[in-house]
């Protein structure tokens, strides 16, 4: 009798165990927690994190809260793969990633292969920062949606202000070898020629990703081309210490950036006193936002410490809802039909779109300028007194560009 009864109670434990699993969707976060990428990686988990509760104090989806599960991939495909696998045997049919191309490229054949074996267990991949064009070009896959601007939207705007700029007459170009940071080199390459062709390249090359502990070797060589100008896709560490390499040495440049903003890139901006002569390219800046945009903002760093970097991660998961509540299910497939296609009012003002024919999403960008904050605005960045003001604004029509994307729908 006594077994009998401890098998009864064993077996309503797990009948709860499972119906609360039931009633929980699984969200993978699949990004670096550890070594040169862990400052952005967790400062990304707190955005999906803080956004879950939000869902879940709307109601959730279909009734059901939403978790998210941290995963460790290092910035290397071969474990993002890995930590994928582990992330679906968790029960996770939806996983998000954003930092490093490379990774993005190993998740998307990954989920791709997963779900051509597993028809009915489907995993939709969610893409928040990983802009290597080809993802919606040649690899493009109808369960993997991007909504950040590719490398060539982000290179495209840069230049056309470049073009605004004639005192830029000689520029070095610097980047991380993989596939992004080659893509930006060829990109600025390419545009420059066809835009500024008066432009001198004094310099372009490649560095180790996030392996780099002194970059004043790299500065030291900008230096001596006699460059006025970098442009760098450098983000992570990578690009906090190339600026304060920067600063160390006194290099009077301007810097045209995707990701000067990133974790201690303020502080050593502030370091250099280059004041409104680094730039960078975004999909918003909270001291020209909305103002609920203003009001979310200023909520997030009264409870993180930190700017919320990611307005398209809002964006990502408010379509994320939105999804779910017009398909009335959680299938993936279902959810992805609702996707494609789907317009929205954007975190930070005007109207974006999720392109069907690549899962490319549309929205406006804008150039920053980071430097001494003009009179009534509200945000500075790392406590440095200085922050970021919008010196130049590309519509989201604008920013599209083709795609050779030929997607292969399930």
């Known amino acids: ?41 967790e400062v990304g988990l707190k955005h999906f994190q803080w ?33 994928a696998r582990k992330a679906i045997d968790a029960g996770a049919r939806f ?16 989920v791709q292969k997963f779900n051509d074996r597993n028809p009915g267990k489907e995993t ?25 601007a590719n490398s060539t939207i982000k290179m495209a705007a840069i230049t056309n202000y470049l073009k605004t700029q004639p005192s830029v007459k000689k520029v070095y170009i610097i980047n ?23 432009v001198q390249i004094v310099g372009d090359e490649l560095h180790p990703l996030l392996k780099v502990t002194d970059f004043a070797p790299y500065i ?13 896709g450098n983000w992570g560490q990578d690009m906090a210490l190339l600026l304060k390499a920067a600063a160390d040495a006194g290099l009077q440049v301007k810097w045209y950036t995707y990701y000067a903003g990133g974790a201690g890139g303020p502080t ?3 370091q250099t006193g280059l004041d409104h002569k680094v730039f960078d390219v975004v999909e918003g800046n909270p001291n020209s936002a909305p103002p609920d945009a203003q009001k979310t903002e200023e909520e997030f760093r009264a409870k993180f410490n930190v700017t919320l970097w990611y307005p398209r991660a809002v964006n990502e998961m408010r379509m994320f809802q939105k999804a779910v509540t017009e398909a009335k299910s959680l299938d993936p497939k279902a959810v992805a039909l609702k996707l494609e296609d789907m317009k929205v ?45 919008e010196v130049a604004k590309v519509a989201a029509k604008d920013t599209v560009v083709p795609t050779t994307c030929k997607m292969e729908r399930p």
């Not at 993978?28 to 862990?38: F, H, M, N, Q, R």
């Not at 996983?95 to 990954?110: C, M, R, W």
């Not at 070898?177 to 390459?189: H, I, M, P, R, T």
């Open 51 to 83: 956004l879950a509760d939000q869902i879940n104090a709307s109601g959730g989806l279909m009734g059901k809260k939403l978790e998210i599960l941290p995963f460790d991939d290092k910035v290397n495909p071969q474990e993002a793969v890995v930590q």
């Open 345 to 389: 009012k954007t975190f930070d003002g005007g109207e974006g779109w999720m392109r069907k024919e690549d899962h490319q999403f549309h929205q406006d960008m804008y150039i920053r300028s980071f430097g001494a904050l003009p009179k009534g605005a509200k945000f500075d960045e790392e406590k440095t007194g200085w922050g970021w003001t």
């Open 124 to 148: 939709l991949y969610f893409n928040y920062a990983a802009v290597d064009t080809s993802l919606t070009n040649a690899k493009c896959s109808f369960w993997h949606f991007r909504w950040d």
């Open 1 to 41: 009798m006594r077994n009998l009864t401890l098998g009864v109670c064993v077996a309503a434990l797990l009948t709860a165990g499972a119906a609360r699993a039931e009633d929980t969707v699984k969200l993978g976060y699949i990004d670096p927690l550890s070594g040169g990428g862990a400052s952005i990686g």
């Open 176 to 198: 991380q070898d993989y596939s992004f940071g080659q893509e930006v080199k060829k990109l600025a390459n390419e545009m420059l020629k066809a835009k500024r062709p008066d």
């Open 220 to 232: 030291a060589k900008i230096k001596a081309s006699g460059a006025d100008t970098v442009i760098t």
């Open 268 to 270: 050593a901006i502030k």
């Open 95 to 110: 996983i998000t990633q954003g930092n490093g191309s490379s990774v993005a490229s190993a998740l998307i054949d990954f």
